[in-house]
């Protein structure tokens, strides 16, 4: 779980290590909208079946199969395929949104509704990985996450990136000379540490200016 403020590049650090993994990865954004459906899987419709049997003139046989349509969303994919799923600003999510994470991080084993035909729960594959990142102080919209499921993770508090790796990202992604971005990147910085704005100025506001 990597937790820190805007800016600090919580969401690349976290795609990187997934695609350093080597699996599938597996990318999940947490709106308030989200319910636990969407991280498991949901009932797309109902399929039915009709066959007659009139093998026998004088008889007819008549037989009805219904079938649920379900569509197994990202938690399920990676955690039966061993992929790795990254869980950007889960606690923009409901907390209840998040219950079926609980089983699946302590007892490995993902609880699922009757319509995806597995049985009440599933193993969860060996090699399942799971990142979460989340921004916990700043963004209006922001869900208190459960005790149970912060106990569950492993928690990364990330700062502000070096003044070097700063610089460094906003001359690769812009294309302008070191020594341009040296000097944005110290005037956004000095801003963001000055305390007097509610809203504090991240790298992004850096890469907006560079590319003007």
């Known amino acids: 779980h990597f937790r820190g403020r805007a800016g600090c590049g919580k969401t690349a650090l976290g795609l990187y290590l997934a695609h350093e993994l080597g699996r599938s990865v597996y990318f999940f954004s947490g709106p308030a909208t989200r319910t636990t459906p969407s991280l498991i899987g949901q009932e797309t419709g109902v399929k039915t079946r009709q066959v007659v049997d009139r093998y026998v003139q004088s008889v007819r046989r008549v037989e009805h199969e219904t079938s649920v349509n379900w569509r197994p969303d990202v938690l399920t994919q990676a955690a039966l395929g061993g992929g790795t799923l990254v869980y950007d600003e889960f606690t923009r999510s409901p907390a209840q949104a998040n ?99 509610s809203q504090v100025p991240t790298m992004r506001a850096s890469l907006m200016i560079a590319q003007v």
């Open 99 to 197: 219950n079926a994470l609980l089983s699946v991080l302590e007892e490995g084993v993902l609880m699922l509704p009757a319509a995806a035909g597995q049985g009440s729960f599933a193993p969860v594959h060996d090699d399942f990985r799971v990142i979460f990142t989340s921004n916990s102080a700043e963004y209006a919209g922001v869900e208190a996450p459960q005790d149970a499921l912060i106990d569950r993770m492993i928690t990364f508090d990330l700062d502000d990136l070096s003044l070097e790796t700063e610089t460094a990202i906003v001359a690769h992604r812009t294309a302008i000379e070191a020594q341009d971005a040296a000097r944005i990147t110290a005037l956004v910085r000095d801003f963001r540490r000055s305390g007097a704005f």
